[in-house]
């Protein structure tokens, strides 16, 4: 399926959304009905093979139909080396698994996560522990406010 249009995803199913960094992977999902996002795991990123292996198995274990991918663009937009990054691992999990996969501006993500979760009263270490799959479930969550306004 490759990489596709946010509105060209299945209409209905859970969707997975991933904050992919240099040394982990913050993974959150939607519900079936899709009214939100939450966190769902941070994967270690020692090894390429075992990282996407484990990604592909929540996005199994949940029966999710489309992966919403973070992509840290540079703050006018352009893509940098973070980005293309992304843009690579991406590549990878295709040659490994054809999905419908698209990409969501993260850029801010990770700051609004841990607002948002210093809000909540979490402590600095539970926040350190769970700040990538909460941006994950914030770039999830701005994704499905775009689906909201489907044209």
Avoid: C, W
């Avoid at 929540?58 to 840290?72: F, K, S």
Wanted: no cysteine.
């Amino acid at each position: 399926m490759a990489v596709v249009d946010l509105f060209d995803l299945p209409r209905e199913g859970v969707l997975l959304g991933i904050d992919p960094g240099t040394a982990t992977i913050g993974v959150a999902a939607t519900d079936r009905i899709r009214m939100m996002a939450s966190p769902v795991e941070t994967i270690l990123k020692k090894k390429l093979a075992p990282s996407l292996e484990r990604l592909l198995h929540i996005y199994d274990e949940r029966a999710a139909v489309g992966l919403i991918v973070g992509l840290p663009l540079n703050v006018d937009g352009s893509m940098g080396p973070r980005a293309q990054s992304v843009r690579t691992l991406v590549s990878s999990l295709l040659k490994v698994r054809d999905l419908p996969v698209t990409f969501q501006d993260e850029r801010y993500s990770s700051a609004e996560a841990g607002d948002i979760m210093r809000a909540a009263g979490a402590t600095r270490r539970n926040r350190e522990a769970r700040i990538d799959a909460s941006a994950a479930a914030v770039i999830l969550q701005d994704a499905l406010s775009r689906l909201e306004r489907r044209p």
